[in-house]
């Protein structure tokens, strides 16, 4: 592999944290999934170093090894954040991103999957995501909810952000495999209103209710009462 960097054919303006990308479309996904790759292989590496119990000095050796690949990646980067990208065909990218981010080792990551009714996604979470013993860290609940609420309040069809989000912990959600869900319940002007969920095999684990707002200056949706 040589040291370009096929993806970044950025050109000279970006808005608001979105980048102009003019690489074609069947570009981005071949190295997205070189990419993926690699950030799959760095997943398995987390959960190993966590539940490892191998002698002190295989793991200065392993530490080693790692340091010198970190220093062969870095030969050639961005300077900064990953960010949003997009190109003509309007393919848009987010490898960075800490919960669908491709390129991302600490994302689990989602898959998300827009439907009539909103987005929903399977997902399995193993130590790296634990808090209580056995248990999803709170926090990381939290992160994946706001990401799949968002998601649910864009549509695919705008940009929103999230503006207030209430979370309930009905129980601890175990570690393993895990359903989200989100739904619009209302919209009224810029503010989108959503229902989330956590859930596993018995039943929700955590809800979460949440207020999205379009940028001003955006298209804004007929109001639509809360339900």
Known sequence: MTSRQPSLRA??????????????????????????????????LIDATIRTTVEDDEVHRVRDDLAALVDRLRVSQLPGPAGVRYNTEFRSWNWGNAVVGAANGIAPPLRIVHDSDGCHADVVLGAAYEGPPGLVHGGVSALLLDHIMGETASGRRRTAFTGTLTMRYRRGTPLGPLRLEGRIVGEERRKIFVAGSISDADGVTVEAEGVFIQPAGTPTAPERPST
């Open 11 to 44: 050109s000279a303006w970006q808005a608001g944290g979105f980048v102009r990308d003019d690489t074609p479309t069947a570009e981005v996904e071949r190295r997205e999934a070189v990419i993926e790759s690699l950030a799959g292989t760095v997943r398995d």
